[in-house]
C-alpha cells in the first residue's frame, strides 16, 4: 500500500503544478490554500492519514471560496478522492473524483492533462471497486488524452499503468483487468 501511497501523492503534485500558475500574486486565501494543499501532501507521503485528510478538507473549504471553476477546487476534489481510495473508503473517493471530473467538464478543459490524470485517478477507484470494464475504458482515455497533451514520453502518461497495477488489490483483480482488454 505504501507504494500506490507514493503514487497517488505524485498524482497530487501533477495536479498541483496545474493549479500554481493561480497562485502569482494572490492573497485571498491563494497562498493559504497551496499551504494546506503541500501540508495534505507531505502528510499524506508521510502515511499521516488523518491529518492529511484534515489538511486536505480545510483546503477544499477553502477552494468553495474561490470562483466557481477555479481549478483549485478540482485539485482538492481530486487530492480528497486519492486520499480516501488510500483509506479503501471507495465509494466517497469516487464521489469526489467524479465532482472533480465534472467541474474540469464543466470548464470545458477536457482535452488537458488535468482531466486524464483525474480519468486515471477514477479508473483506479473503480477498479479497487471490481468495476473493471469501466476502470479500463477510463485507463485507455487517460493514457489518450494524457498522450496528446503531454506526450507520449510524459511523466503522466508513465503513471497511468503504474496506477493500473497499483489499483487492482489481488491478483486475480489484475487478470480480470487484463482479459478485459484482450476481449475487446
Known amino acids: 500500500m ?4 507514493i503514487i497517488n501523492v505524485l498524482l497530487c503534485s501533477i495536479l498541483l503544478w ?19 494543499t503541500e501540508a ?5 507521503l508521510k502515511g499521516d492519514l488523518p491529518e492529511a485528510e484534515k489538511s486536505f478538507e480545510e483546503a477544499l473549504k477553502l477552494s ?8 483549485r477546487r478540482i485539485v482538492s476534489l481530486s487530492n ?12 466517497l473517493a469516487e464521489q469526489y473524483s467524479r465532482k472533480a471530473l465534472a467541474l474540469i467538464r464543466e470548464d470545458g478543459i477536457k482535452d488537458g492533462a488535468m482531466f486524464g490524470v483525474e480519468l486515471s485517478n477514477l479508473a ?10 469501466e476502470a479500463m475504458q477510463l485507463y ?17 502518461v508513465a503513471t497511468v499503468p503504474i496506477i493500473m497495477l497499483c489499483s487492482t488489490k489481488s491478483s486475480d483483480n489484475m487478470i480480470k483487468l487484463l482479459s478485459l482488454k484482450k476481449n475487446q
Open 18 to 36: 496545474g493549479a500554481s500558475p493561480l497562485l502569482a500574486n494572490e492573497d485571498g486565501g491563494g497562498v493559504q490554500w497551496h499551504r494546506l
Open 40 to 44: 495534505g501532501r507531505t502528510k499524506m
Open 140 to 156: 485507455e482515455s487517460a493514457m489518450l488524452i494524457l498522450s496528446k497533451a503531454r506526450g507520449e514520453d510524459s511523466l503522466e
Open 80 to 91: 480528497m478522492s486519492l486520499l480516501l481510495k488510500d483509506k479503501q473508503q471507495l465509494d
Open 2 to 5: 505504501a507504494k500506490c501511497r
Open 124 to 133: 483506479g477507484i473503480l477498479a479497487d471497486q471490481a468495476k473493471f470494464e
Open 64 to 71: 468553495e471560496s474561490f470562483t466557481p471553476l477555479d481549478t
